[in-house]
């Protein structure tokens, strides 16, 4: 190619790039509204940010439990950190460090469209036909403007397969290192994707060293070898660092059953999925099905993708990259979750570099073929049918696009409220959306994050009130978006418990629903008051039962205990023996506990449970 052409290509995959890294912009900003739209976004914001802190994970919150958020692991003993592998978390940095995270999916978007270009003319396909393939695919538009770790996992793949290329064609061993070191990051990125895809590409590079039996040859693929293998070694590395297992990745510390295959699968919070084959293929045909319009905006896009597939098949390229779509199409079959519905197949999006590649050499193919053979006005055809594609590409974004903002309006609502809460303070999640609970009980600055977001319950109140002293406190409860409001009464005392608040396994209410009460003539041994659970943190309680009592003198009528670890350890317990009012049990606490007062009847006589108050007082300093 003359000198002055290739410059020309070169600015315009350059053009193309921009257009792609202009759209993801607004997509951001105007479908997106720079809002997460999961949970596992946050995780990568997190764990950006604690990159940025130059430390790997931070020390958890004694109260465990208040800063539960999902697929960020907060354990007292490993600490605080993100559930995800680092790489896509380090990609992000330089947008986390000033406050723009969405400028990194960004980059991404025009990294891995000019990458694809320059595959594309490496096969060759005209830029203009590979830029039209990913820049009219509503799967591309509605995947590139989250901040989900796919986005950089498509400019990983678009790397790696471009320096992969120039290695065989060029024989340029520099490019071999280059498509391992790709395939590394994305190893350490979306580690099943990857693995599924090195598969073919790795039976490639053994069969032509087999035939060429070159010492070029094996220097380039032993290269490529250890480039991958850099992936492999960081991978166990960053695992010892986290769990202090290599072989333990920070996702199965999370939940370890959150791997390919089938059976009894994410066991978290005492509620698992049964993952069967039957799913699998169901979770298989709904991606197909989302794709076949997703992918050009109409519906039978994939069997134009199947067709172009086998008019530009080229030997060798061709089965390489038709492998490795359906390798992780059908592989992630053997994963339990679906995927996120408004933006699916969200598993399959780094194949669509395969997928535009494999199209682009279908059309360039018809394209020469027509030139070469025919009269027809092929631009003024081939503009006809972008415009008629594009149509029908714009109908399918808008509509998601719309299904997305009007998720992420509802999200940014509670964000607002968030942010005008004052500096310097805690925020309670009380009485709110339970979507707004699992997506807003986030803390992307640790224990500095401001407000320090809580989930209430737990009487977590009193703890903080001790642990937190310089922070005032508010409260965000209802559906309706009304601002947070200050806690007046915060000053650290634990509410009194009513047995109104408490469950009860025997007896009845009283007619006021005040007390409740137990009678040898009607119950038998039972608990008549439990279910009440409190952070009791380091430092000395008193907890006082208030009860009445009737029957034989000296007959025991109640038990009362403290346990934690929801029952099985108990911290303190008494009798209350007939005609006593009261019964008082004293703790000394030297680790959080969440620990449970309860009442039990004996059986004998009659009793009368009516409250229990808890004092506590902190261990004097020094």
Not at 59 to 85: N, T
Not at 96 to 119: D, E, Q
Not at 345 to 363: D, Q
């Amino acid at each position: 190619m003359p000198v002055a052409q290739n410059i020309k290509q070169t600015y315009m995959g350059i053009g193309f790039a921009l257009i792609a890294a202009v759209g993801a912009l607004l997509i951001g900003e105007l479908v997106y509204l720079r809002e997460v739209t999961t949970t596992d976004e946050n995780s990568y914001l997190f764990q950006a940010w604690l990159f940025l802190q130059g430390d790997l994970k931070e020390q958890c919150p004694i109260i465990v439990k208040s800063f539960f958020h999902r697929m960020i692991v907060c354990d007292e003993a490993l600490g605080w950190f993100s559930r995800y592998p680092p790489s896509h978390s380090i990609w992000i940095m330089p947008g986390v460090a000033i406050g723009y995270p969405h400028l990194m999916t960004v980059l991404a978007a025009f990294v891995a469209v000019y990458y694809l270009i320059r595959t594309g003319e490496r096969l060759g396909v005209s830029v203009v036909v590979t830029a039209c393939l990913i820049l009219i695919s509503p799967y591309f538009w509605l995947m590139q403007g989250s901040i989900l770790s796919h986005t950089s996992g498509l400019a990983a793949t678009a790397i790696m397969v471009w320096a992969y290329l120039v290695w065989l064609q060029d024989k340029k061993i520099f490019f071999a290192a280059v498509a391992g070191l790709a395939w590394a990051f994305l190893f350490l990125n979306r580690t099943y994707t990857a693995f599924l895809i090195a598969i073919p590409f790795a039976i490639d590079a053994l069969v032509r060293f087999y035939y060429t039996r070159s010492w070029h040859n094996f220097k380039g693929t032993f290269v490529f070898a250890c480039c991958s293998g850099t992936g492999a070694i960081f991978f166990l590395l960053y695992n010892y660092l986290m769990s202090g297992d290599p072989f333990m990745p920070t996702y199965l510390l999370y939940d370890p059953e959150d791997g390919l295959g089938f059976g009894q699968r994410h066991s978290i919070k005492n509620v698992s999925v049964i993952h069967t084959p039957q799913k699998g293929l169901e979770y298989i045909w709904n991606n197909l099905t989302t794709l076949n319009v997703r992918l050009y905006g109409f519906f039978g896009s994939l069997f134009v993708l199947l067709g172009l597939t086998i008019i530009g098949w080229k030997q060798k390229i061709s089965p390489m990259f038709f492998s490795a779509t359906l390798l992780v199409w059908i592989g992630y079959g053997a994963f339990w979750f679906e995927g996120i519905g408004w933006v699916a197949p969200v598993y399959w999006y780094e194949t669509l570099v395969f997928i535009t590649l494999l199209a682009g050499m279908g059309i360039q193919r018809l394209l020469n073929k027509y030139r070469s053979e025919t009269r027809l006005p092929v631009s003024t055809i081939s503009i006809f049918v972008l415009i008629l594609v594009g149509a029908f590409s714009f109908n399918t974004f808008d509509a998601a696009a719309e299904e997305i903002t009007d998720r992420v309006e509802f999200r940014r609502q509670y964000q607002k409220i968030i942010e005008d809460v004052p500096s310097n303070s805690i925020l309670l999640l009380g009485r709110v959306h339970e979507d707004i609970k699992i997506e807003r009980s986030f803390n992307p600055n640790g224990v500095q994050s401001d407000p320090l977001i809580v989930i209430d319950g737990l009487g977590v109140q009193h703890a903080l009130y001790y642990l937190f002293p310089d922070r005032d406190l508010y409260r965000l409860d209802g559906h309706e978006g009304e601002p947070a409001k200050l806690v007046e009464d915060y000053d650290g005392s634990i509410p009194v418990i009513y047995a109104k608040k408490m469950r009860a396994d025997i007896g009845e209410a009283d007619d006021n629903d005040s007390f409740f009460v137990a009678d040898e003539s009607k119950d038998d041994i039972g608990r008549l008051g439990f279910n009440v659970h409190q952070y009791f943190i380091p430092g000395r309680y008193r907890i006082t039962f208030h009860v009445e009592t009737f029957g034989i003198e000296g007959q025991d009528i109640a038990r009362v205990d403290v346990k934690a670890g929801y029952g099985s350890e108990t911290l303190a317990e008494g009798f209350i023996k007939s005609g006593e009012t009261q019964a008082t049990l004293e703790i000394d606490v030297k680790k959080v506990k969440i620990a449970e007062p309860r009442v039990h009847f004996m059986g004998k006589g009659k009793l009368i449970f009516k409250k229990i108050e808890i004092d506590y007082q902190p261990f004097a300093s020094g």
